[in-house]
Nanobody, 123 residues
Framework: QVQLVESGGGLVQPGGSLRLSCTASEYIFMFYTMGWFRQIPGKQRELVASLVRGSNSNYSDSVKGRFAISTDNAKNTLTLQMNNLTPEDTAVYYC?????????????????WGQGTQVTVSS
């Protein structure tokens, strides 16, 4: 089964930047919808950015204009560039790969998750 390994979290001051990486054990970006979620204690996991088949990106309103999702196909790596960070961005960030095929019976659906990486924005 495909594995996702994240890296790049840490502590940064408000206004700073971080880049998160998610490396897949094999190439999947054209077959899966890739996403970055984040979660703070006591809250539901929130989708912040997604990339469909490596080209169509979407962002939550809270990060639009500050975060950018992209892939490095040669390295099987999904990245999330986070700029102008605020304390409200503090969370554990998770990489997700979602596969769905409703043309078969029964329909197939699969979610893969990275281990999570802590991002803390604080002065």
């Amino acid at each position: 089964q495909v594995q996702l390994v994240e890296s790049g979290g840490g502590l940064v001051q408000p206004g700073g930047s971080l880049r998160l990486s998610c490396t897949a054990s094999e190439y999947i970006f054209m077959f899966y919808t890739m996403g970055w979620f984040r979660q703070i204690p006591g809250k539901q996991r929130e989708l912040v950015a997604s990339l469909v088949r490596g080209s169509n990106s979407n962002y939550s309103d809270s990060v639009k204009g500050r975060f950018a999702i992209s892939t490095d196909n040669a390295k099987n790596t999904l990245t999330l560039q986070m700029n102008n960070l605020t304390p409200e961005d503090t969370a554990v960030y998770y990489c997700n790969a979602h596969y769905s095929d409703k043309s078969v019976t029964p329909p197939q659906e699969l979610d893969l998750w990275g281990q999570g990486t802590q991002v803390t924005v604080s002065s």
